[in-house]
C-alpha cells in the first residue's frame, strides 16, 4: 500500500511524533509512504523511518487564499501525481483542506482520511464545520476529542477513535549520567515540564509555581513560539527556571526527574505525559479531558487547571512522600500497558486497509 501523510510541520510534538511511528509501521510492513510537511526538526526522522519526504512551505497561520496555500497545494498536488497514494492520511484540520483541494484538483482516487489531534475548545465548531465537508470520516485521537466534535454537531456515526498509544524505554544509568552532565544538571531533584512552548500548555503556570518551592530544580524540554516570552518571565520570576530546548532523549530526561508536570489548559492527548507515565514517573497534571479519559486516578496527582498554588503543593508532596511517590510509581507502570502503542498501530492499518476496500464502514 501507498501512503501519503500531509502536516502542518515537522517541529516535535505529538502529532508528529505519531506520524513518525505510523511510518516506521508502515515500512515494516511493506507499505511505500511519503510524508508532505511544512519544515522542523523532525524531518530528518521521518526519513530515518523510511518515508520520502516532500517539503511543503509553512500554512498554518496562512490564509486558505495566500501565496504560501497556494504554493502547498501545488507541490502536493504534484507529489500525489508522482506517488500515487491508496491513502492519504491528514493532520488535523488545515491539513485536511490542503489535501482535499489537492485530491480534487489532480483528480486522484485516493481515500482521505484526517485524524483530529485535538484542538482549542472555542475552535471545534469551526473545525467540525469544516471537516464535516471535506472528509467522510474522522478519526479522532481520544474520546476526548470524539466528544468535543460531537457536541459541535459533527455526526458521531462519522468518527471513529483511534487513541494514541505510547510507551517509551525506560534509559541506562549511563544514558543518565550522559544527560545530567551535558545539560548541567546538577545534584538537587529535578521537576520537568515537557511540551511545545506554545499557549496551551500554560507554562507561565509552572513558573509561578517554581516559585513558590524552594530546593528542586526546574526546568522545561521542548521548544516554540513562546520560548523567548516564557525565558524572560522565568528571569523576572527569579531564575527558578532552565528552557533546555529539544531534548532527544527523553527516556533519561525522565529517569532523571523525581516530578513530572503538565499544566495544559487542554489536551487533545498528551503523548509526552504518557511517555512519561509508561516509565513510572511521578506525575503532576491538570486534570483536563484529554489526561483524564486514559489516565487512571490513582496513577497521578490531578489538579485544577490554572492553578499554580495547587500544582506547587502537589510537586512538594511528591518531593517529601517517598510513600506517595513509590505508589504513583507503581499505579504508572500498572496503567500504562492500556495506552502502549501496538493496538494503536494495528487500528491504523485497519483503518487504511477497510478504507482503501471501501468497505461499508468507510464508505
Request: net charge positive; aromatic share 4%.
Amino acid at each position: 500500500m501507498r501512503i501519503l501523510h500531509v502536516l502542518p510541520s515537522l517541529a516535535p510534538g505529538g502529532m508528529e511524533h505519531l506520524v513518525i511511528e505510523l511510518t516506521a509501521d508502515a515500512t515494516s510492513h511493506g507499505d511505500s509512504v511519503v510524508v508532505a510537511s511544512g519544515p522542523g526538526a523532525w524531518v530528518e526522522k521521518v526519513i530515518e523511518a523510511g518515508a520520502v519526504h516532500v517539503a511543503l512551505p509553512t500554512t498554518s497561520r496562512a490564509s486558505p487564499f495566500s501565496i504560501e496555500a497556494a504554493v502547498a497545494t501545488a507541490r502536493l498536488s504534484h507529489c500525489m501525481r508522482k506517488a500515487r497514494p491508496h491513502v492519504v492520511h491528514a493532520h488535523n484540520v488545515r491539513a485536511t483542506v490542503l489535501a482535499r483541494i489537492a485530491l480534487v484538483g489532480t483528480h486522484h482516487r485516493a481515500v482521505l482520511i484526517p485524524t483530529l489531534h485535538g484542538v482549542a475548545p472555542g475552535d471545534y465548531r469551526a473545525a467540525s464545520r469544516v471537516l464535516r465537508h471535506a472528509a467522510r470520516r474522522v478519526i479522532a485521537c481520544a474520546p476526548s476529542v470524539a466528544r468535543s466534535l460531537e457536541a459541535t454537531d459533527f455526526p458521531g456515526d462519522r468518527i471513529d477513535v483511534i487513541t494514541n498509544g505510547a510507551a517509551l524505554r525506560p534509559a541506562s544509568l549511563k544514558r543518565r549520567a550522559e544527560l545530567r552532565a551535558s545539560l548541567q544538571l546538577g545534584s538537587a531533584p529535578i521537576v520537568v515540564g515537557i511540551g511545545r512552548l506554545v499557549e496551551q500548555k500554560n507554562w507561565s503556570i509552572f513558573i509561578e509555581a517554581a516559585g513558590r518551592l524552594e530546593g528542586p530544580s526546574f526546568a522545561v524540554a521542548g521548544d516554540g513560539p513562546l520560548r523567548q516570552e516564557l525565558t524572560d518571565l522565568a528571569r523576572r520570576s527569579g531564575n527558578r527556571v532552565r528552557f533546555l530546548g529539544v531534548v532527544d532523549d527523553i527516556a533519561a530526561l525522565v529517569g532523571l526527574a523525581s516530578c513530572v508536570v503538565s499544566t495544559s489548559s487542554w489536551e487533545g492527548l498528551p503523548l509526552t505525559l504518557l511517555e512519561a507515565l509508561s516509565l513510572g514517573a511521578p506525575v503532576v497534571a491538570t486534570a483536563v479531558d484529554g489526561v483524564t479519559d486514559l489516565v487512571p486516578p490513582a496513577a497521578a496527582l490531578f489538579v485544577a487547571p490554572g492553578d499554580p498554588v495547587a500544582v506547587s503543593e502537589a510537586i512538594s508532596r511528591v518531593l517529601v512522600d517517598d510513600n506517595l511517590a513509590k505508589k504513583l510509581r507503581r499505579n504508572a507502570l500498572v496503567a500504562a500497558p492500556s495506552w502502549g502503542p501496538e493496538a494503536m498501530l494495528d487500528c491504523y492499518r485497519n483503518a487504511y486497509r477497510a478504507a482503501w476496500a471501501e468497505k461499508p464502514h468507510w464508505a
